[in-house]
C-alpha cells in the first residue's frame, strides 16, 4: 500500500512540474512582452530557464532535504536522456541536420559543462589523500560563474548576430498577448507554487519508491525521476522534429545540458555540499562520453553535420544498454 502511495505521489508531483514550469513560463513571458523585452531575450532566459525549472525544483529539492543522489543523479540521468534518448529519437524521427554554429560552437560548449563537471567530482583521482567526492560551495561558485560566462557569451552573440533595429517579428512578438497584467502575474505565481509544490511530491515519492523496492535514490533519480524532469524538453524537440526545426531541436538540448550542469548542480551545491554516494565514476563517464559521441557523430561519421538515424538507434541502444547496467549493478 505504501509503494502505491509513494507511485501516485510520483505521478502526481511530475504533473505538477510539468503544468507548473509550463505556466510559470507563459506567465513569466506574457509579462516581458508586456514591457517590451524582446523575443530573443524572452526565448534565451525565460523560455530555456522554464524548460529546466522540473531538473531545478528537484534538484534544488534534493540539497534542501540532504540527498545528494537525488539532486545529482536527476541532473546526470537527465543530461544522459537528453543527449542519448532525446537526440536518438529526434533523429529516428527525422534526420537531424547541424549547422557549422552546433559543431564548432555549441556541442564543445556543452561538452566543456559536462567535463568541468566530471573534473569537479573526481576529487579523489586528484587526490589521494580526499576521502569522498563531493561538490563543494566553492564548487557551485565555479559552476555558476561559468554559467554566468556561458549567458553574457551567449547574448553576446544573439546581439551580434541580430540587426539593432526591430524586426517586423519582434515587434508582432513584443507587443501585449491580450492578457492583462495581473493575470500573467497571477499565472505565474500559480505555476511556481505548482511547480515547488510537485516538486516536493515528486522527491518524496521517488524516495519511497527506492526504499520499497530496496534500491538507492541513485538509481530512481538516474532512470524515472530524470526522464519525469525531462518530459517538457523531450516533447519540445519531438515536436521540432516533425516540423524540420533541427535548430530547435538541437539547440533545446545543448541549452538544457548547459543549464542543468551548470546552473542547477552549482546552485543546489551552495545550498548544501554534494557528496557523491550511489552516483559513480561510470555514471559521470557515461554522461561525459555521450556528449562526445555526439558531437563525434556530427562530423566524423556519414554525411557532415548530419545526424543520421543510424546514428539515432545507435544513441538509443545505448541508452536502453546503460538503464539495463543500472539495473544489474545498481
Given at each position: 500500500?505504501?509503494?502505491?502511495?509513494?507511485?501516485?505521489?510520483?505521478?502526481?508531483?511530475?504533473?505538477?512540474?510539468?503544468?507548473?514550469?509550463?505556466?510559470?513560463?507563459?506567465?513569466?513571458?506574457?509579462?516581458?512582452?508586456?514591457?517590451?523585452?524582446?523575443?530573443?531575450?524572452?526565448?534565451?532566459?525565460?523560455?530555456?530557464?522554464?524548460?529546466?525549472?522540473?531538473?531545478?525544483?528537484?534538484?534544488?529539492?534534493?540539497?534542501?532535504?540532504?540527498?545528494?543522489?537525488?539532486?545529482?543523479?536527476?541532473?546526470?540521468?537527465?543530461?544522459?536522456?537528453?543527449?542519448?534518448?532525446?537526440?536518438?529519437?529526434?533523429?529516428?524521427?527525422?534526420?537531424?541536420?547541424?549547422?557549422?554554429?552546433?559543431?564548432?560552437?555549441?556541442?564543445?560548449?556543452?561538452?566543456?559543462?559536462?567535463?568541468?563537471?566530471?573534473?569537479?567530482?573526481?576529487?579523489?583521482?586528484?587526490?589521494?589523500?580526499?576521502?569522498?567526492?563531493?561538490?563543494s560551495r566553492a564548487d557551485g561558485i565555479i559552476l555558476l560563474c561559468l554559467f554566468?560566462?556561458?549567458?553574457?557569451?551567449?547574448?553576446?552573440?544573439?546581439?551580434?548576430?541580430?540587426?539593432?533595429?526591430?524586426?517586423?517579428?519582434?515587434?508582432?512578438?513584443?507587443?501585449?498577448?491580450?492578457?492583462?497584467?495581473?493575470?500573467?502575474?497571477?499565472?505565474?505565481?500559480?505555476?511556481?507554487?505548482?511547480?515547488?509544490?510537485?516538486?516536493?511530491?515528486?522527491?518524496?515519492?521517488?524516495?519511497?519508491?527506492?526504499?520499497?523496492?530496496?534500491?538507492?535514490?541513485?538509481?530512481?533519480?538516474?532512470?524515472?525521476?530524470?526522464?519525469?524532469?525531462?518530459?517538457?524538453?523531450?516533447?519540445?524537440?519531438?515536436?521540432?522534429?516533425?516540423?524540420?526545426?533541427?535548430?530547435?531541436?538541437?539547440?533545446?538540448?545543448?541549452?538544457?545540458?548547459?543549464?542543468?550542469?551548470?546552473l542547477i548542480l552549482g546552485a543546489s551545491s551552495i545550498v548544501y555540499p554534494l557528496p557523491m554516494k550511489g552516483i559513480t565514476y561510470i555514471?559521470?563517464?557515461?554522461?561525459?562520453?555521450?556528449?562526445?559521441?555526439?558531437?563525434?557523430?556530427?562530423?566524423?561519421?556519414?554525411?557532415?553535420?548530419?545526424?543520421?538515424?543510424?546514428?539515432?538507434?545507435?544513441?538509443?541502444?545505448?541508452?536502453?544498454?546503460?538503464?539495463?547496467?543500472?539495473?544489474?549493478?545498481?
Amino acid at each position: 500500500m505504501e509503494l502505491i502511495t509513494d507511485i501516485v505521489f510520483f505521478l502526481v508531483g511530475l504533473t505538477g512540474i510539468v503544468k507548473g514550469a509550463d505556466w510559470l513560463t507563459d506567465g513569466a513571458a506574457s509579462i516581458a512582452r508586456r514591457f517590451g523585452i524582446p523575443t530573443l531575450v524572452i526565448g534565451l532566459t525565460i523560455v530555456a530557464i522554464g524548460t529546466s525549472a522540473p531538473e531545478f525544483v528537484v534538484s534544488m529539492l534534493g540539497a534542501i532535504h540532504k540527498s545528494p543522489d537525488i539532486a545529482i543523479g536527476n541532473v546526470v540521468g537527465s543530461n544522459i536522456f537528453n543527449i542519448l534518448g532525446m537526440m536518438g529519437t529526434t533523429a529516428l524521427i527525422s534526420p537531424i541536420l547541424l549547422t557549422r554554429n552546433n559543431v564548432v560552437r555549441d556541442l564543445p560548449i556543452m561538452n566543456l559543462a559536462v567535463g568541468a563537471l566530471f573534473v569537479l567530482l573526481a576529487d579523489k583521482i586528484l587526490d589521494d589523500d580526499v576521502t569522498r567526492n563531493y561538490l563543494s560551495r566553492a564548487d557551485g561558485i565555479i559552476l555558476l560563474c561559468l554559467f554566468a560566462m556561458y549567458m553574457y557569451y551567449t547574448m553576446w552573440l544573439a546581439k551580434k548576430d541580430r540587426k539593432e533595429a526591430k524586426t517586423e517579428t519582434d515587434e508582432k512578438n513584443t507587443k501585449n498577448d491580450g492578457r492583462s497584467l495581473w493575470f500573467s502575474i497571477a499565472l505565474f505565481l500559480f505555476g511556481l507554487g505548482i511547480l515547488i509544490g510537485g516538486g516536493e511530491l515528486m522527491v518524496d515519492g521517488a524516495s519511497g519508491i527506492a526504499r520499497s523496492l530496496g534500491v538507492s535514490d541513485a538509481i530512481i533519480a538516474l532512470t524515472i525521476v530524470s526522464i519525469g524532469t525531462s518530459a517538457p524538453e523531450l516533447a519540445t524537440s519531438i515536436a521540432a522534429a516533425r516540423k524540420g526545426d533541427n535548430a530547435m531541436a538541437v539547440g533545446n538540448v545543448v541549452g538544457s545540458v548547459v543549464f542543468n550542469t551548470l546552473l542547477i548542480l552549482g546552485a543546489s551545491s551552495i545550498v548544501y555540499p554534494l557528496p557523491m554516494k550511489g552516483i559513480t565514476y561510470i555514471d559521470l563517464s557515461v554522461e561525459l562520453g555521450a556528449a562526445l559521441l555526439f558531437w563525434f557523430f556530427s562530423f566524423c561519421i556519414g554525411k557532415r553535420y548530419i545526424i543520421t538515424r543510424s546514428n539515432g538507434a545507435f544513441m538509443v541502444l545505448l541508452q536502453i544498454a546503460y538503464y539495463v547496467w543500472l539495473v544489474i549493478n545498481k
